[in-house]
């Protein structure tokens, strides 16, 4: 596989919840759980957070795709060669390691 390129603008989007899509984006999403999910907008689009793949090291489902997205936490793919990237923003501490703003995403797009 060739190098992978990301290309994100780094803008926190918030995530919304199912209340905040308009009902021509709910009827996009069919499935049990789409209340109890997140999703985002990007690029005119709308994306489901339960779509994504976990990029973190989690002992009950090791990955290696930090090897190819490193810094980024989970990925969809659109085809074999690209798809979209994810990360939460970290908030610098006063003191302290940056914690994560789990109410928002930074969206990058990939391609090799």
């Not at 021509?24 to 957070?49: A, I, L």
């Amino acid at each position: 596989m060739s190098e992978v390129t990301i290309k994100t603008n780094n803008v926190p989007r918030d995530l919304l919840y199912w209340f905040d899509l308009t009902p021509k984006e709910q009827k996009e999403f069919d499935h049990d759980m789409r209340e109890e999910e997140c999703y985002f907008r990007f690029k005119g689009w709308v994306y489901c957070m339960g779509n994504f793949m976990s990029l973190r090291n989690e002992s009950h489902c090791p990955h290696q795709g930090q090897d190819i997205f490193p810094g980024w936490d989970g990925y969809e793919s659109d085809s074999f060669f690209s798809g979209i990237v994810i990360r939460y923003p970290r908030i610098p501490q006063w003191r302290g390691e940056p914690v994560e703003d789990v109410e928002r995403v930074i969206v990058g797009t990939y391609f090799s």
